[in-house]
Each structure stands twice: as structure tokens, then as C-alpha cells.
T-cell receptor
């Protein structure tokens, strides 16, 4: 999708190693989100940001941290990857908290922890 | 807690058929509801966004309705095509959610030529 890119697209990592996923947007949207998608669980919110240096936890935040030093970048870090964190990770953006123009999602990062 | 349910979980139809996908939610205090499409191994593509003050939205062969009081939305697809095969997700933005979308599990649609 134009305006929001995720990197890397695919990654295989070993248990116990740190991993950082990047989300970059060119829309100047205030809100950014990290979701994970797993069979049987659907999409679940990990963390979100409502401005530079302003972040909050979602429903499945354990084992993850985030940082947002610039409006356009939102980083998701797995401090010590575990097999349960094997998943597809999606970044999303929205203009404001009431979803005036809805959410836009990135193409996803497929992470495998072996 | 807001819960979103989509029925049916899977649907297989012949090409050309008109079809309806259903989404229900438990808390009617929402800002909006958004329908997405997801192709296998891909991201989510927004199809239609309905604000809480609206009753329906249309885009091409797609029409989405919203009945906030009963906690229901439908996505109507006219004259279905094989290219419509995908998983369709609905998501609601609850007023007290702090901007967090709540998703249904999706309906997997297959349109057979």
C-alpha cells in the first residue's frame, strides 16, 4: 500500500535473539499500531502510538517493546524471541483516535522463530 | 469488552451470484465500522468505511450497511467474480477503545468459475 511500508517482509530468527521490525509511513498520520495475526486468534493489537514518544500497550504486549522517535517510524522489538512469537505482524496507521479516514495497513512481516 | 462475530466463517458460491456477508458486534457505542479484504499471504486492503452516523456505503459492486442499534453490518457483493475470492474482515472502532480496532475472525469467500 502506498504510504506505509514494513521491513523486513520475511525474517527467520533463532530463539533468544532480539528482533526489530520497522514500520514507515509517509502520510503524516498521528496514530500507528502493531498487530499480530495468528490462525484461530485473528488480529490482535500489540502496541500503539499516539504521537512521537507516546506509546501504550495493547492486548498482547508481553515480550514486545516499541519506540517512536519520529512521526514516520514505529519500531517493534522482540527483546528475546520465542517460538510463540512466530506470526505475521502488521503495522497500521490512522489519522486520529476516532478513525476519521479509517485504518490503513501495511503488507506485513512474516516472522519465524526457530 | 467489544466482541465481533462474522458469519459464515466460509462461503463457496458460483460465479455471478449475489452474496451477503454478516458482521455483528456487542457494543453499539462505535465511531465506525470498516470492511477489509485479505488475500492469502497479503496485507489488509480497506474496502469500505462506515461512520456511526451513516447507514451505508457503496463502492462499485460492494455495498455495506450499518445498523448500530442492533449491532449489525452486512457486506453485499453483487455479481461475484473469481477475483473476489479472499477473506473478508470487519472491524469496529469502539468509542472507549482508545483508537483500538476490534476485528472479527473473517469470512473466507471462494467464488467458483
Amino acid at each position: 500500500d502506498a504510504g506505509i511500508t514494513q521491513s523486513p517482509r520475511h525474517k527467520v530468527t533463532e530463539t533468544g535473539t532480539p528482533v526489530t521490525l520497522r514500520c514507515h509511513q509517509t502520510e503524516n498520520h498521528r496514530y500507528m499500531y502493531w498487530y499480530r495475526q495468528d490462525p484461530g486468534h485473528g488480529l490482535r493489537l500489540i502496541h500503539y502510538s499516539y504521537g512521537v514518544k507516546d506509546t501504550d500497550k495493547g492486548e498482547v504486549s508481553d515480550g514486545y517493546s516499541v519506540s517512536r522517535s519520529k512521526t514516520e517510524d514505529f519500531l517493534l522489538t522482540l527483546e528475546s524471541a520465542t517460538s510463540s512469537q512466530t506470526s505475521v505482524y502488521f503495522c497500521a496507521i490512522s489519522l486520529n483516535s476516532w478513525g476519521e479516514h479509517g485504518y490503513t495497513f501495511g503488507s506485513g512481516t512474516r516472522l519465524t522463530v526457530v | 469488552k467489544q466482541e465481533v462475530t462474522q458469519i459464515p466463517a466460509a462461503l463457496s458460491v458460483p460465479e455471478g451470484e449475489n452474496l451477503v456477508l454478516n458482521c455483528s458486534f456487542t457494543d453499539s457505542a462505535i465511531y465506525n465500522l470498516q470492511w477489509f479484504r485479505q488475500d492469502p499471504g497479503k496485507g489488509l486492503t480497506s474496502l469500505l468505511l462506515i461512520q456511526s452516523s451513516q447507514r451505508e456505503q457503496t463502492s462499485g459492486r460492494l455495498n455495506a450497511s450499518l445498523d448500530k442499534s442492533s449491532g449489525r453490518s452486512t457486506l453485499y457483493i453483487a455479481a461475484s467474480q473469481p477475483g473476489d475470492s479472499a477473506t473478508y474482515l470487519c472491524a469496529v472502532l469502539k468509542e472507549t477503545s482508545g483508537s483500538r480496532l476490534t476485528f472479527g475472525e473473517g469470512t473466507q469467500l471462494t467464488v467458483n468459475p
